[in-house]
């Protein structure tokens, strides 16, 4: 089995944005909720059993059970009677922010650090759509539940054999993505090591040096546009918080961060794939 994750950039209209954003704003919520049944069951166990804390007091029963992920995916649909907002959004889709949840508690379960956090508002910036009966693209578009058809780069076709298993829709500043992931039930071959190797160091004066004698500087693309970075931010601080004023210039600062990461990436991939030119050749 082969799976990959292709992403294209798409151009939802005025009103399929703000539904997008709305649904991440009530999947945040979801999420928090969920988190903070998890700490007042965790916080009820730390209470001393011959006296009250001075501080706070959680009053649980001592049979209650752990909120557990089965537990809360089926108050989901109680839920939606009482908060009819929770029904706008697709049932997979919040269900998946409940899910991401759990896999937090998990990951800090397993690691005893990296306690899940609250998240502040903007902060949910995906949704996740977990799966299609049929493939969501169609030409130059991509088919989302509730959502209607979405002007997609299909920069890359997808490859011949491969199915549409997920989709995920990301928001970076003011720009969306769609991350997909394919899949195809193939088997990969184990190739045996062949062409030229080479060995590969990474350093502070030389972010690489190679064994070939190949010195590569760090680019410091940071630095380069800390100053119109800084910029900005500083425009920024001088803005009344959620006003529109400062929601414009919040846009600017984000871009120019996400210009920084693209710029930095592209970076990577260019040397990850000279030096597998350089090996296979």
Same mark, same amino acid.
């Given at each position: ?63 209650? @059970?752990?909120?557990?992920? %089965? $537990? /809360?995916?089926?108050?989901?649909? =109680? #839920? ?78 997808? @490859?011949?054999?491969?199915? %549409? $298993? /997920?989709?995920?829709?990301?928001? =970076? #500043? ?108």
């Amino acid at each position: 089995m082969l799976t990959m994750t292709y992403r294209y950039r798409i151009y939802p209209d005025t009103t399929q944005q703000e539904k997008l954003s709305g649904w991440m704003e009530t999947c945040r919520v979801a999420y928090n909720y969920g988190l903070a049944e998890i700490k007042d069951w965790c916080n009820s166990r730390k209470c001393l059993i011959d006296r009250c804390s001075i501080k706070h007091e959680y009053i649980m029963p001592t049979d209650l @059970p752990f909120p557990k992920e %089965i $537990k /809360q995916l089926n108050a989901l649909p =109680k #839920a939606k009677k009482v908060f009819p907002r929770l029904g706008e959004v697709p049932s997979q889709v919040l269900q998946q922010a409940v899910k991401q949840l759990h896999r937090g508690w998990e990951t800090f379960q397993a690691r005893g650090t990296g306690f899940p956090r609250f998240k502040k508002y903007g902060q949910f910036k995906s949704l996740l759509f977990p799966q299609f009966k049929e493939s969501p693209i169609a030409g130059n578009t991509i088919l989302l539940p509730k959502i209607g058809n979405i002007l997609i780069n299909l920069h890359r076709p997808i @490859p011949d054999g491969f199915a %549409i $298993k /997920q989709v995920r829709i990301v928001k =970076k #500043a003011d720009i969306w993505y769609a991350s997909i992931s394919i899949q195809s039930d193939v088997n990969v071959p184990n190739h045996k090591p062949h062409g030229h190797p080479i060995g590969v160091d990474i350093g502070l004066e030389k972010l690489i040096a190679t064994s070939d004698g190949v010195l590569v500087k760090p680019p410091k693309f940071f630095r380069k546009m800390q100053s119109e970075l800084k910029s900005l931010q500083r425009r920024l601080s001088r803005k009344k918080k959620r006003s529109n004023n400062y929601e414009k210039q919040r846009i600017k600062v984000a871009r120019m961060q996400h210009t920084i990461d693209n710029t930095r990436s592209y970076f990577h991939f260019k040397q990850a794939h000279i030096f597998c030119v350089s090996l296979l050749a």
